[in-house]
């Protein structure tokens, strides 16, 4: 079974700051997922990562993928206070088949001015 | 707007009750899967069906079923329903079986029992 976890699961950042979000998970996965959900909101995609090394990145926001350490991060570059929302990862297990997406508890993030 | 569309936006009902949650997926879209995301448990797949038929199961409970119409869209059925259902269910779709595309949200429907 797929596990995924996220750390931290709340900060706190001033705006200009760098910061990264990890997400690890137990076994193997095939693609690797980031979401964003503002409160009452729906989950919006920012990210699809599908092979080992995969690195992307939209405006402040980069996320990449390491397969062999199980480990994907989302890093934030000069934070701004739009970019408060939580974010989540989600990983779909590799076994073949259809599988919806196993999600992490999602990062709860505050940027302040 | 992620196109794709879910009704009711709220539901408000009582312990015991039935509902049925509504979902159309994005145009050409062929895979739909249901989520749940609640305070205790996070976000949980429920279940998927691909052009009208279940794909895979998740964490779904037996008092819940779900079915995919030939026009493609899909119901989420919720009986005998507890307190602890109170949660905002997600629709997405996708336009493969095995969820290789991305999976698009729609804007859920929050579910209130009393």
């Known amino acids: 079974e797929l596990k995924v976890e996220q750390n931290p699961l709340f900060l706190s950042m001033q705006e200009g700051k760098n910061y990264t979000i990890y997400c690890n998970y137990s076994?193997?996965?095939?693609?690797l997922y980031w979401y964003r959900q503002d409160p009452g909101k729906s989950l919006e995609s920012l990210f699809v990562?599908?092979?080992?090394?995969a690195v992307k990145q939209e405006g402040r926001l980069m996320a990449s993928l390491d397969t062999k350490a199980r480990l994907s991060t989302l890093h934030i570059t000069a934070a701004v206070h739009d970019l408060s929302a939580t974010y989540f990862c989600?990983?779909?297990?590799?076994?073949?088949?259809?599988?919806?997406?196993?999600f992490g508890k999602g990062t709860h993030l505050i940027i302040q001015p | 707007d992620s196109g794709v569309t879910q009704t009711p936006k709220h539901l408000i009902t009582a312990t015991g009750q039935r509902v049925t949650l509504r979902c159309s997926p994005r145009?050409?879209?062929?895979?739909v899967y249901w989520y749940q995301q609640s305070l205790d448990q996070g976000l949980q797949f429920l279940i998927q069906y691909y052009n009208g038929e279940e794909r895979a199961k998740g964490n779904i409970l037996e008092r819940f079923s779900a079915q995919q119409f030939p026009d493609l869209h899909s119901e989420l059925n919720l009986s005998s329903l507890e307190l602890g259902d109170s949660a905002l269910y997600f629709c997405?779709?996708?336009?493969?079986?095995?969820?290789?595309?991305?999976?698009?949200f729609g804007p859920g429907t929050r579910l209130t029992v009393l």
């Open positions: 145009s050409g879209d062929l895979s």
């Open positions: 990562l599908l092979s080992n090394g």
């Open positions: 076994t193997t996965s095939d693609r």
């Open positions: 997405a779709s996708s336009e493969l079986a095995d969820s290789y595309n991305e999976q698009f």
């Open positions: 989600a990983g779909q297990y590799s076994g073949g088949g259809a599988d919806g997406l196993t």
